[in-house]
């Protein structure tokens, strides 16, 4: 079965930077592109970064543009999410979450994490 | 503000037909697929509708969407108590800025 869990989460003070790791099993994880979406607490779905299964194209989000980076191991089966230059306003649950068709980069998700929040705070 | 404008409640009584909508533009739903999510409360996100109408295996034919122009709808027939979820949709949007996904506001629907 698909499995996705994130790690890496925690407090970090603004300015700092933090790395967020999802290792994946249950499916060809070299095949699918693969999603970071967060949530802040209370609030909607915020998506961050999209990578494609080889890592050749990455897309961002405006808010995290510079800022962050997405990328994957695909002989470890992992995606990365480099946060640096943190912000308040960053605080939130970051959810990986697996591309719906093999070979292609699309908006849709068919698997997720539980998610790993990150709190943002002095 | 998102850029996919959703309304922010809605709701039903059990048996009934709802309908969420998602408005767009050109740049999103009016050139791209749309895709639609159920969020349970405390649980991640579950797709429920992709390339505008077509459902995942194992999501109820209940559920359905359809696009017209720079809009989409997403509609939950026979509404059951465990629907009372958040509903979103998602697009891609390719502006000035670049290609980028997004989401709606969210819609929570409350069963009455």
């Known amino acids: 079965q698909v499995q996705l869990v994130e790690s890496g989460g925690g407090v970090v003070q603004p300015g700092r930077s933090l790395r967020l790791s999802c290792a994946a099993s249950?499916?060809?994880?070299?095949?699918?592109?693969m999603h970071w979406v967060r949530q802040a607490p209370g609030k909607g779905l915020e998506w961050v970064a999209v990578?494609?299964?080889?890592?050749?194209?990455?897309y961002y989000a405006d808010s995290v543009k510079g800022r962050f980076t997405i990328s994957r191991d695909n002989s470890k089966n992992t995606l990365y999410l480099q946060m640096n230059s943190l912000r308040a306003e960053d605080t939130a649950v970051y959810y990986c979450?697996?591309?719906?068709?093999?070979?292609?980069?699309?908006?849709?998700?068919?698997?997720w994490g539980q998610g790993t929040l990150v709190t943002v705070s002095s | 503000q998102s850029v996919l404008t959703q309304p922010p409640s809605a709701s039903g009584t059990p048996g009934q037909r709802v309908t969420i909508s998602c408005s767009g533009s050109?740049?999103?739903?009016?050139?791209?697929?749309v895709y639609w999510y159920q969020q349970l409360p405390g649980t991640a996100p579950k797709l429920l509708i992709y390339?505008?109408?077509q459902r995942p295996s194992g999501v109820p034919d209940r559920f359905s969407g359809s696009k017209s122009g720079t809009s989409a709808s997403l509609a939950i027939s026979g509404l059951r108590s465990e629907d009372e979820a958040d509903y979103y949709c998602?697009?891609?949007?390719?502006?000035?800025?670049?290609?980028?996904?997004?989401f709606g506001g969210g819609t929570k629907l409350t069963v009455l």
């Open positions: 249950g499916f060809t994880f070299s095949s699918y592109g």
């Open positions: 979450a697996k591309g719906d068709i093999v070979g292609a980069t699309t908006p849709g998700s068919d698997y």
């Open positions: 390339r505008n109408n």
């Open positions: 990578i494609s299964y080889d890592g050749s194209n990455k």
């Open positions: 050109s740049s999103n739903i009016g050139s791209n697929y």
């Open positions: 998602a697009a891609w949007d390719d502006s000035l800025s670049g290609l980028e996904v997004v």
